[in-house]
């Protein structure tokens, strides 16, 4: 179902990863059924040892609330968000990451431009994933 390009251990905002993986002719992955996130979450908990945050395409930078996959345009209809996510906050939350909430795998809108994070996990892109091909 995905690639990965390695553990790619770095910090970088939304907008970074993309273009990242633009270079590398991939994608970030999308995320579109139970699935796919059980794929991925037990291929994270199988090679990392912590429980690291990562970048989604998706967003809403077009149309407030509207979050749609920036891959391949269509509706995130799946969308395990935290509770109280989407929450958009200071009007400026626009990017998805998954991230390990309650011990569970669920989705969060943040900062397209932020890296920052006290722990330095949040917006740390450990995957990358390409050829998502729904196969
Ligand atoms: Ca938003
Ligand atoms: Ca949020």
């Not at 690291?52 to 077009?62: E, K, Q, S």
């Not at 891959?71 to 390990?100: A, F, I």
């Given at each position: 179902m995905f690639d990965t390009i390695g553990d790619i251990d770095i910090s970088v905002t939304w907008c970074k990863a993309n273009d990242i993986c633009h270079t590398m002719?991939?994608?970030?992955?999308?995320?579109?059924?139970e699935s796919e996130m059980n794929a991925i979450t037990e291929y994270l908990k199988t090679n990392l040892l912590n429980a690291p945050p990562w970048w989604v395409p998706?967003?809403?930078?077009?149309?407030?609330?509207?979050y749609v996959w920036?891959?391949?345009?269509?509706?995130?209809?799946y969308s395990p968000w935290t509770d109280g996510q989407p929450d958009n906050s200071k009007r400026s939350e626009n990017c998805v990451h998954v991230w390990l909430y309650d011990h569970e795998y669920k989705m969060n809108d943040w900062g397209c431009r932020r890296e920052d994070w006290h722990l330095d996990l949040v917006n740390v892109l450990y995957i990358f994933l390409i050829n998502d091909d729904d196969n």
């Amino acid at each position: 179902m995905f690639d990965t390009i390695g553990d790619i251990d770095i910090s970088v905002t939304w907008c970074k990863a993309n273009d990242i993986c633009h270079t590398m002719n991939g994608y970030l992955t999308s995320i579109e059924n139970e699935s796919e996130m059980n794929a991925i979450t037990e291929y994270l908990k199988t090679n990392l040892l912590n429980a690291p945050p990562w970048w989604v395409p998706g967003n809403d930078l077009a149309s407030e609330g509207n979050y749609v996959w920036a891959n391949t345009g269509t509706p995130m209809n799946y969308s395990p968000w935290t509770d109280g996510q989407p929450d958009n906050s200071k009007r400026s939350e626009n990017c998805v990451h998954v991230w390990l909430y309650d011990h569970e795998y669920k989705m969060n809108d943040w900062g397209c431009r932020r890296e920052d994070w006290h722990l330095d996990l949040v917006n740390v892109l450990y995957i990358f994933l390409i050829n998502d091909d729904d196969n």
